[in-house]
């Protein structure tokens, strides 16, 4: 385990090794987010702890339920990472993913970078592997822009009209529910309601704006950028998540964005966290 820091005019963000994860992320000295870990080989959910690719079918680790949540037990929120490059305002980690961790087929070669540009962390990953295999990653930052206190006190908008449907074990049935006049609906800021575990389907592709969270007493407003199809949110009683990810359990359900990664591809994705102070 090492802790490094980034740090520039704007943010402050201590980051651990292991599990190339963010300690702490602190904005004009106020700290706007904790405990973001590196959530894979395939964030959020696979039903069954199983998944076939093409011909061969593979028994992942149970770690929730009988199914396999954040990539197993001993997922990369628990590895340990290599630092290949670091500057004052960049880090670079590597993780060697190999041909059976928790079940997966594949040698999976990762790459975490993240970077601070005036108010903005820019969090790139990308993934290479040896042979079929399924990718899903995010970042599992705790968020609360009032520096502490309720999750509630925040204003939340987020730019999907559906959310995926799930079971009592929040496995996808494969429909997609629209938002509208239901509790789901964030698509113009509105105070946030706690109580979530859930996918949204966000609107448009490429790296486009999908939600905004923003502190009620600190006036602090935060900006989310991804180029991702999903987001998770999900909170505690006194932080929100904002997972920008693939869809849960993608491999059974073909209607879903494919998270499959052959030999000679390249898996990267973007997210861009932007922070700057309103009046309350």
């Given at each position: ?35 973001g870990i590196t959530a894979g080989r395939y964030a959020n959910r696979i039903a069954g702890a199983k998944l076939t690719i ?124 629209g938002v509208r006049g239901t509790r789901f609906d964030h698509k113009r800021q509105k105070r946030f309601r706690p109580d ?85």
């Amino acid at each position: 385990m090492s802790i490094l820091t980034l740090q520039n005019d704007e943010l402050c963000l201590e980051v651990d090794t292991t599990g190339a994860c963010i300690k702490t992320l602190r904005f004009r000295g106020t700290e706007v987010g904790r405990d973001g870990i590196t959530a894979g080989r395939y964030a959020n959910r696979i039903a069954g702890a199983k998944l076939t690719i093409f011909f061969g079918e593979f028994k992942l680790d149970a770690n929730e339920n009988g199914n396999t949540l954040h990539g197993g037990t001993e997922g990369f929120d628990k590895k340990e990472w290599t630092v290949t490059d670091q500057s004052r305002d960049h880090v670079c980690m590597e993780l060697i993913s190999e041909d059976g961790d928790q079940g997966f087929p594949g040698t999976l070669k990762v790459k975490a970078d993240y970077k601070i540009e005036g108010g903005a962390f820019k969090i790139t990953y990308t993934a290479e592997a040896d042979a079929p295999t399924v990718v899903n990653l995010t970042n599992h930052l705790y968020f609360n822009l009032n520096g502490g206190g309720p999750s509630g006190d925040h204003l939340l908008k987020i730019i999907a009209d559906k959310v995926l449907e799930v079971d009592d074990q929040l496995i996808p049935t494969g429909n997609l529910l629209g938002v509208r006049g239901t509790r789901f609906d964030h698509k113009r800021q509105k105070r946030f309601r706690p109580d979530f575990d859930c996918c949204y389907a966000l609107n448009g592709k490429g790296l486009r704006t999908v939600a905004s969270l923003k502190g009620c007493e600190s006036g602090i407003n935060m900006e989310v950028e991804t180029d991702q199809p999903g987001l998770q949110l999900y909170n505690t009683d006194t932080h929100i998540c904002l997972e920008t990810q693939h869809f849960p359990d993608s491999p059974h359900h073909p209607e879903f964005p494919d998270t499959t990664l052959l030999r000679g591809q390249i898996f990267k994705t973007r997210t861009i966290y932007s922070f700057r102070q309103e009046e309350k």
